[in-house]
């Protein structure tokens, strides 16, 4: 029942919004808040249920011949995309009630919202599916915030580019689904494992991979990303860069992987090889760009391409990091574009040339800018730091090579996130956008804030999620074994479970 | 003595209902001088009920009448209801204030309701001849109906082409089905299967003629190119109607005389599956330049006239039970969509130019609300009936050999175009507004009584698909 | 194949088309074409046309001879029930009855409607 109550509580706060009347926002803004952070709170209480624990809700949904269910757990895995998508909900939605038609923000909050209960439903849901419906759900609310919320041409473009490269990926999926569930004869396939034709099953992986390159995105299937990144309002980027892009990870690791491990084995290589150009490609694009949120877009990709490598690399020690990366990037990604659209309110430029030296004026944004972009480059204390050093070390264990070349990107980081910082916050006041700053106002500054305080969280106590996750991750327990070549993997606590393979059968 | 067919009355009491029903109409519309345009159409739904609880004995049994040539199975009582839904709704879209009608809604009433007589003629019908006279009845009632708007030269023109393309069609049916008959010696679908098995050359060319017709009733590609003239230029009610209803009752045609005649021999349906996926590419790419928003619909239901196809692949009657649902779901959907479109536009214009509907989510939110669902639901996005029928679909197809793997590629391919398509209609809701709020049309309630039927459908089609499956018992299995 | 009765008949239809088609086409490759204008006028009994080939038609004509057609061929169906009038029994009665009746509504409506009048 928490369970329900978690996913739907913000669906139901939008509905409730709507009952508010037109003329005063004030009432909106407090139900929307509300909503947000009730769900916050009672999603804390996944965590107290133990590190094995799952929480469970099930009951049949279609019976037949294709029987599904509706079907809803939190595990060691989902329980943190669970946590990163309440935390950041909040500080996004009260982000957005700066929009400039007072007017349209109820419209606005609703879309938030329900956008937050589809994140959940992803998450959460333990059939396929059901993940499905989710998944494609999650369209709809970022196409018409972006479609009308915004106010250029340029961001229409954004949300078309959003609408077909996820919608076609979420078809790929589909069909992926339907070939799989010819063989399954089932969508509840969570702790299953099943037999695929050799013929039949890489194609099935490459279905499911697709789509989850694309939402993460992973370099060549990253079209979407930039505009998108660029052109929403920054409280959209941050659930869409923060949240909805680790629905493609979370994919790989509750269906893809351990659906198919051994298509996933075979093509290690390859996505390994795009993971690795993703983390160059980005950090690389990210040094040229003068838009500030472009910048963060293209370390975005560096980033996750990191993440896929880590997942790729099947390591015990990278696969668990990647957990702890994505967490943290999403917060890190959050900070960064809410961070950035407060200067953007501000200026009305995104253009890093065209203002400077705004610490002087603004000291609060500089300190709070400062964390998040430090986190950014990997210090060591903030949260970026402990993911990178795990999966660095879990990944050279079977992809040196990968891994040394990815090396790359912590320097690149540091050039690419020192030009945002200096740019923006040192140097003179001279051009004449700077005019125009004013210092944080305390709620700007009180909703970055639980962001940077979960990135200190993670960063000086990183075991807190790593011990949450493998020993759960390893409860699924496979019911058949299915055979495949690394050995060495099946030793894994946390791989057994989640490649299906089961030590037992050896 | 002559031998007499028994006739089952009870078989055929829905069909005599309504034809009474029709009768009805028309002498109340002579009788009360200036007939009360609603209370003509009251007449007509008040018909449909009475049909429908006089089918409702007939649910779960599979019976024939008329020496074979009428069947009452669960397969006809599926599409029976659903033109019988179609044909409510009508006339709730029907009863705004604008001119559907020409000015004599007698003749309109009676009309749509022969229509749905011969559509459920189609269903039932187990020979060609009573196939012909279904779909003949259908068309010649629709000729007239598309020309129903004759103050708007384009529906005159609509009718015109409908009527010159749809004459020079059945004459391919009715060649067909000579030539079929030829080749069996027998009219009875159940006995064309011998002859179908033998292969012989005049049943491939009947056949071949037979699918011509249809396929130009279910406007395939690439017998397609009446549609968006026909569409664009008819009543906005009849539009909703000839969407549905003409579209379910030719399906059930083609797929009794699939199932019956070709059993398993799915070599035989080739030539249908290539007219499904080049309708699947011309609907969905057509679509994609259209301006106005019945054009558009057109486009959409060649479209998903090639989706539904996918369920004839494979073999076993589960893709009957697929067929019917997703023409359930598209009823439902196309049905919602064309009511939101009705309410809007006042003194009979029709709001019909997709650009006029800029910011209509912030001038009219319950209208742009529920016509996203609608659309989002025949772009086939979850927890909408589209999204289920459009799996059923996918996983009957792929169980099809490398005809059905095509079928599926095409399906997902053309849906992505639709996104564009569907979603450039929702997109331009959603973009601030500019000009003047539109006006509802006369007769509101009525279309949201629609609107509330084609909503409560999607929705619970969408999530709840058991609720199809709890008819099961009752719905689509042939007999032969 | 030969000896099928209806071999016969092709080869019938085949000598038909042959002899009309030589006809229609051995002339027009003999004759020499020396058009003129009075040549190429529509034939109109050796009088010059008046008036344009395609004339109008008042709408009414269409009408009239619409409704003769359907009520005449009602007549049609009628005959052979005559004929068979007591083999066909009750049902057959009933079943003309109805037919009638069907048709009577229609001609009562046509005629309320106005279809008769010479408008």
């Known amino acids: 029942m928490l369970l329900n109550t978690v996913i739907f509580l913000p669906l139901a706060a939008a509905v409730i919004l709507l009952l508010v009347p037109k003329g005063d926002a004030r009432p909106a803004k407090a139900i929307a808040l509300a909503g947000a952070v009730a769900t916050f709170a009672l999603s804390l209480a996944f965590l107290g249920a133990g590190p094995n624990a799952s929480a469970q809700f099930s009951i049949p949904w279609i019976t037949g011949a294709l029987p599904a269910s509706y079907h809803l757990r939190v595990d060691g895995i989902s329980l943190f995309f669970v946590l990163l998508t309440t935390l950041v909900s909040v500080p996004a939605i009260w982000a957005a009630f700066s929009y400039a038609d007072q007017r349209r923000l109820r419209g606005y909050l609703f879309l938030l919202l329900a956008f937050e209960t589809t994140l959940l439903g992803v998450f959460t849901a333990g059939d396929l599916l059901l993940f499905y419906v989710y998944w494609d759900l999650m369209l709809i609310p970022v196409f018409l915030l972006l479609a009308g919320y915004t106010d250029s041409a340029a961001a229409r473009r954004a949300a078309w580019g959003y609408l077909i490269y996820n919608g076609a990926g979420g078809l790929v999926l589909l069909l992926g689904i339907v070939g799989m569930v010819a063989v399954t004869r089932t969508f509840e396939v969570l702790g299953h494992s099943f037999a695929f034709s050799a013929a039949a099953e890489p194609w099935l992986f490459a279905a499911f991979a697709l789509a989850f390159l694309i939402k993460t995105p992973v370099f060549p299937f990253h079209g979407w990303m930039p505009a998108t990144y660029t052109q929403a309002p920054s409280p959209v980027v941050a659930m869409v860069a923060g949240v909805q892009s680790k629905a493609g990870l979370y994919g790989f690791l509750v269906f893809a992987l351990p659906l198919f491990p051994n298509a996933a084995h075979r093509f290690a290589g390859p996505l390994v090889a795009l993971g690795v150009i993703s983390v160059l490609y980005g950090a690389f694009t990210a040094l040229g760009q003068r838009d500030m949120k472009t910048l963060v877009a293209f370390s975005s990709l560096s980033h996750l391409g990191l993440v896929i490598l880590a997942l790729f690399a099947f390591d015990i020690t990278s696969v668990p990091a990647s957990i702890l990366m994505v967490v943290s990037h999403g917060l890190i990604a959050a900070a960064l574009f809410l961070l950035l659209g407060f200067i953007e309110e501000r200026t009305r430029t995104r253009d890093l040339s065209a203002f400077g030296g705004l610490g002087a004026r603004a000291p609060r944004l500089q300190v709070l800018m400062l964390i998040a972009a430090m986190a950014a480059l990997g210090l060591p204390g903030l949260s970026g730091f402990a993911g990178e050093f795990l999966i660095f070390i879990g990944s050279w264990q079977t992809q040196p090579v990968a891994t040394a070349i990815s090396l790359l990107s912590v320097i690149l980081a540091t050039v690419y996130v020192l030009r945002v910082f200096q740019g923006a916050m040192n140097g003179p006041l001279s051009a004449p956008a700077d005019a125009r700053i004013t210092e944080l106002r305390p709620r700007e500054g009180w909703l970055v804030a639980p962001l940077l305080a979960a990135m200190f969280w993670l960063g000086v106590w990183p075991a807190w999620l790593n011990d949450r996750t493998p020993t759960t991750v390893g409860s699924h327990e496979a019911q058949t074994a299915v055979p495949h070549k690394a050995q060495a993997i099946a030793e894994s606590k946390v791989l057994s479970g989640l490649l299906g393979a089961s030590e037992t059968a050896r | ?480 | 194949m030969l000896q099928s009765p209806w071999t016969l008949v092709a080869v019938y239809f085949l000598v038909a088309l042959a002899i009309a088609s030589a006809m229609a086409i051995v002339p027009g490759i003999f004759t020499r074409k020396r058009p003129t204008k009075s040549k190429s006028d529509p034939y109109e009994c050796g009088v010059p046309p008046t008036s344009a080939l395609i004339g109008r038609f008042p709408v009414r004509f269409y009408l009239v001879a619409m409704l003769f057609v359907v009520f005449d061929v009602e007549a049609a169906s009628f005959f052979p029930w005559a004929v068979k009038l007591r083999a066909l029994g009750g049902f057959g009665f009933v079943e003309m009855l109805t037919f009638i009746v069907v048709l009577g509504v229609g001609y009562a409506y046509v005629w309320k409607k106005g279809g008769f009048s010479w408008r």
């Not at chain 2, 003949?136 to 629709?142: F, G, I, R, T, V």
Request: overall charge neutral; proline content about 4%.
């Open chain 2, 1 to 480: 003595m002559m031998q007499l067919p028994a006739i089952d009355y009870a078989v055929l009491a829905p069909l005599i209902i309504l034809v009474a029903t029709g009768l009805l109409v028309l002498l109340v519309d002579l009788v009360s001088r200036q007939a009360a345009r609603n209370v003509l159409y009251g007449l007509g739904v008040a018909g449909c009920a009475a049909s429908f609880a006089a089918s409702l004995p007939l649910s779960g049994r599979t019976v024939t009448t008329l020496s074979g040539a009428f069947a009452a199975d669960r397969f006809s009582w599926g599409f029976d209801a659903l033109l019988l839904l179609t044909l409510a709704v009508t006339f709730l879209l029907s009863s705004l204030k604008r001119a559907e009608d020409g000015g004599s809604p007698g003749s309109y009433a009676a009309l749509l309701i022969f229509c749905t007589v011969g559509g459920m003629i189609m269903a039932g019908a187990a020979n060609l001849i009573g196939i012909f006279l279904g779909v003949e009845l259908l068309s010649l009632a629709l000729y007239i109906l598309a020309g129903t708007g004759y103050p708007r030269q384009a529906s005159q023109e609509a009718a015109l082409k409908y009527v010159l393309l749809g004459s020079l069609a059945s004459g391919f049916l009715i060649f067909g089905s000579a030539l079929l008959y030829g080749a069996a010696g027998s009219i009875a679908l159940a006995d064309l299967a011998t002859a179908a098995a033998s292969g012989a050359p005049l049943f491939v060319a009947g056949f071949g003629l037979w699918l011509v017709g249809i396929a130009f009733k279910l406007a395939l590609s690439p017998f397609h190119t009446w549609t968006p003239d026909v569409y664009e230029g008819s009543p906005l009610a009849v539009t909703a109607f000839m969407a549905v209803a003409v579209k379910a009752a030719t399906f059930s045609v083609l797929a009794r005389f699939i199932y019956t005649v070709f059993q398993h021999d799915s070599a035989a349906l080739i030539p249908v599956w290539a007219l499904a996926i080049l309708s699947m590419l011309v609907g969905n790419f057509g679509a994609v330049r259209q301006g106005n928003l019945k054009r558009l619909l057109a486009f959409s239901s060649i479209a998903q006239a090639g989706y539904i196809v996918l369920a004839l692949s494979g073999v076993g009657s589960k893709g009957l039970s697929t067929m019917l649902f997703y023409l359930i779901a598209y009823g439902f959907m196309n049905l919602g969509a064309f009511a939101t479109i009705s309410l809007l536009g006042d003194g009979g214009e029709e709001y019909v130019d997709i650009e006029g509907y800029r910011g209509l989510f912030f001038r009219r939110p319950w209208v742009a609300t529920w016509m996203t669902i609608f659309f989002a639901s025949l772009a086939g996005i979850p927890a909408t009936a589209g999204f289920i029928g459009k799996l059923l679909l996918l996983e009957q197809a792929l169980g099809g050999g490398p005809w059905g793997i095509a079928m599926a590629a095409t399906l997902i391919l053309g849906t992505l175009v639709s996104f564009y398509v569907y979603f450039k209609v929702i997109y331009q809701m959603f973009l601030p507004a500019q000009g003047q709020a539109p006006q509802f049309a006369g007769n509101a309630a009525a279309s949201w009584v629609a609107i509330a039927v084609g909503a409560t459908g999607v929705m619970l089609l969408g999530i709840v698909p058991q609720a199809f499956y709890l008819a099961q018992p009752y719905l689509a299995a042939a007999s032969r």
